[in-house]
């Protein structure tokens, strides 16, 4: 066998190349002598074959730490073996052992003179290890490959992973890579191994594979430069590693960010935006790309409101433009109580005073309105003229003060109908009377008031020294169909995210499921489930005033929760109660269906005239709210098997006056109180 002095020459070549920049230097051994190379001939007992230039090793370079070994080989028999540092670098029978930090070529020479050569780059032994992640969550069939990461200047070829379930995970690469696929759901701990002991764990959630992907929204309406997140939910009980975001045009830009992406307005037009995981599970949304605003309006710029009352406010852009975030400040927090949502701003009046509320939009456009907030004892009212007329409160103590009591000052009526207001208290010289709305109610010169259409008004009263009265009226249609449309209230009622709950008090579940059973079907949409609950209890239940709330519920619950949870019970069981039990029944049958039912005390027009004190409940389906009476729909002719649906999905503001908010008791998830 020949050891050729080429063969050393070339290994300097090569380390001499692949180092360049490399912060050390490169020492080599001399070539072996004459002498060796003779014996080396010698000792073959056959004929020197001629090299053919195809020998190759597993390896042309490699990077250890110190105190490792990797074993080389080679595709021909190898008869020599050499190191051209070893100091640094060890080689016997193709076991290459880093003995210190520096560089080494080892070399290969076979029978036939062929040889190859492998750089070795030696650094210092890690300390640690770590993992690209130590906590993962997959879902069934996804794969994924976890990195191995050494600190800075030191190495290790040997990385093995492996798993503590390989029922739950399938490893799939396990030397030099973490890579594996998820079976079925479990938790399992993937954990690499370094040469010197040192190791690194991650633990991986595997859950089902998703059934379906959502988006937080369908469509999508930006202005130029505006920006917006999307939340994407994946099926309960399922996971993926990744959710990946793709747009079909550069109208828009993504920044993804987990369950999350941002897409940035770019370009007017429309993009559609992809959300999707492994198992092509998908969902779309349709951006639409405007004009960025020039102006934002107000819908009123003054508005007077008396302590107590509630007013809801929103801006609009300039046409052909859009902002989908749209904030609203007030800067006046003692006079009015305000919160935003649903790009309108809501706000309830604390006491008297003068509050702004400002509506700006994503690219700085602002409006505002000025709200006057008047006393308890007086409201200001704006006629037709937009003259401002001072009303004070029904108090005699007042008469001096140009005030007409105006006897039982509210009528309820329908279309058609007649009452007359009538001034009880003293009065100077002839009454003069006139409607803010003559399309709601006319009033003749004796104050005969006749009702013309749904809506409300106020009847002025007026003598000769310029006292005035208030005769508030409410009209309705008189037909439930005009005053409460059931189909488009039941589309509003299926765009609701439904958020399932049990009260966790075992008799009023057990009610409720056996009540399911008879009225409910899998087949119904949630706004036909929600109406089946109203029917059930405008029908079936009959009005019954005595002890309906003595059933003990556990003390777990909070206050609020409590006490619907006991309202509920009795009618539930017995179908009797009064309006707080309706309105309590409703509330936990709906809120176990999904719906964000609220239990609310307040006032009621009476049709006699006046309010008296109610409960109710109010459905809020995406931050708008609705009146749903099913005791009052109940006195109303449901209990005998004539239910018009008055009462069912009516909007606050436009409920003409007929239901006063007190309080609402939000249901706190029926969960143990604080």
């Known amino acids: 066998m020949i050891l050729v002095k080429k063969c050393i020459s070339v290994f300097t070549a090569v380390a001499i190349a692949g180092l360049a920049g490399v912060g050390f230097g490169l020492k080599t051994t001399d070539p072996l002598p004459a002498e060796r190379v003779q014996a080396l001939k010698a ?18 370079k490699l ?43 080892v070399g290969a020479v076979a029978e036939d003179g ?21 906590q993962l969550t997959l879902g069934v069939g996804e794969s994924y490959q976890l990195q191995a990461i050494l600190p800075d200047g030191t190495a290790a070829a040997s990385r093995v992973f492996s798993t503590d379930r390989s029922d739950i995970l399938k490893m799939t690469k396990t030397d030099g890579q973490g890579e594996f696929t998820a079976l079925k759901p479990g938790k399992a701990v993937v954990t690499v191994r370094l040469y010197n002991g040192k190791k690194a764990e991650c633990t991986v959630t595997v859950k089902a594979a998703p059934e379906s992907l959502k988006l937080s929204k369908n469509t999508l309406t930006l202005g130029i430069g505006e920006t917006y997140t ?56 349709t951006v639409r ?17 008396s302590v107590g009352e509630s007013g809801v406010l929103s801006g609009k852009v300039n ?77 005699p103590s007042l008469v001096n003060e140009r005030y007409l009591d105006v006897s039982a000052n509210t009528a309820v009526l329908t279309p058609g109908e007649v009452t007359t207001a009538v001034v009880s208290s003293a009065f100077s010289g002839a009454l003069s009377y006139r409607s803010l709305d003559e399309g709601v109610a006319t009033v003749d010169s004796q104050g005969n008031i006749v009702a013309m259409n749904y809506g409300n008004t106020d009847i002025i009263v007026t003598d000769e020294s310029g006292a005035v009265g208030k005769f508030e009226v409410l009209v309705t249609t008189g037909s439930g169909m005009d ?32 009540i399911f059973a008879q009225i409910l079907t899998d087949s119904m949409t949630p706004g036909q489930k929600l109406r089946a609950c109203y029917e059930y209890l405008a029908t079936q239940c009959t009005y019954a005033y005595d002890g309906y709330k003595a059933v003990s519920v556990p003390d777990y619950l909070s206050e609020q929760d409590r006490e619907i949870v006991e309202f509920s019970y009795c009618i539930l069981r017995d179908r009797l109660g009064t309006c707080e039990n309706f309105a309590a029944a409703f509330t936990v049958m709906t809120r176990r269906i999904g719906f964000e039912t609220n239990f609310v005390y307040g006032d009621v027009a009476m049709s006699a005239g006046g309010y008296d004190g109610h409960y109710w409940t109010d459905v809020n389906v995406n931050g708008k709210h609705y009146v749903f009476d099913t005791q009052v729909e109940n006195n109303n002719g449901a209990a005998s098997g004539n239910i018009q649906y008055y009462f069912y999905g009516l909007r606050p503001e436009y409920s003409y006056g007929m239901y006063r908010y007190e309080f609402i008791e939000t249901v706190h998830a029926f969960r143990r109180a604080a």
């Open 43 to 60: 000792d073959t007992e056959k004929p020197v074959k001629e090299p053919d230039g195809d020998m190759e090793l597993t390896k042309s």
């Open 319 to 395: 046409e052909g433009a859009a902002s989908s975030r749209k904030t609203y400040s007030c800067d006046n927090t003692e006079v009015l109580e305000m919160t935003s949502s649903g790009g309108k701003a809501n706000f309830t009046a604390l006491k008297p005073g003068t509050a702004v509320i400002t509506v700006t939009t994503y690219n700085g456009k602002t409006d505002s309105c000025t709200v006057t907030v008047l006393s308890e004892d007086k409201q200001e009212i704006v006629n037709p003229d937009g003259q401002k007329v001072i009303i004070y409160a029904s108090d």
């Open 483 to 514: 005053y409460s449309d059931i189909n488009s209230i039941e589309a509003i009622l299926n765009s609701s995210e439904l958020k399932p709950m049990k009260t966790n008090y075992e008799p009023v579940d057990q009610l409720v499921d056996q």
């Open 114 to 134: 062929d040889d190859a050569q492998c750089l070795v780059v030696v650094r210092d032994a890690p300390e640690k290890v770590q993992l690209s992640a130590t």
């Open 289 to 305: 790309v405007k004009n960025a605003p020039d102006t934002v309006q107000m819908e009123t710029n003054a508005l007077t409101l």
């Open 230 to 285: 999307l939340k994407t939910k994946l099926s309960d009980n399922s996971g993926a590693r990744q959710i990946h975001y793709a747009a079909d045009s550069k109208k828009i830009s993504l920044s993804p960010s987990g369950k999350e992406v941002t897409v940035t307005a770019k370009e007017q037009g429309t993009a559609k935006l992809t959300a999707s995981v492994y198992n092509n599970k998908k969902d779309t949304c």
């Open 63 to 105: 990077t250890l730490g110190v105190g490792e070994m990797y074993a080389l080989s080679a595709n021909n028999k190898v008869e020599e073996w050499s190191s051209t540092r070893n100091d640094l670098v060890q080689i016997k029978s193709g076991e290459v052992y880093a003995r210190a930090v520096g560089v080494s070529m």
